[in-house]
């Protein structure tokens, strides 16, 4: 294979990757933020910036539960705090 081809396979491998990160995120939260705990560690060893740690551990906190994306239809447009 030439180097564009494995440029390509590569590219393509890493946005199946993500992909699959971010839907596991989705449907799995304890995951999700178990994994970017990992991530803020990982970023605090590799002494990154203090803002991409700072996002990683703020991500990594629970949510409350709320709001139109866990709602049944919006019935009578109370569908919970609006943000």
Known sequence: MHVPQWLQVLVAAMLVMA???YWLGR???RLGQKGWQATAGMLGRL???????R??????RPRRKG???GC?????GNCGPKS
């Open 67 to 69: 709001g139109c994306g």
């Open 19 to 21: 992909c699959a990160a």
């Open 55 to 60: 996002h990683a551990q703020a991500r990594s």
């Open 27 to 29: 449907l799995f939260p």
């Open 72 to 76: 049944s239809g919006c019935e009578g």
């Open 47 to 53: 002494h990154a910036p203090e803002a991409l740690i």
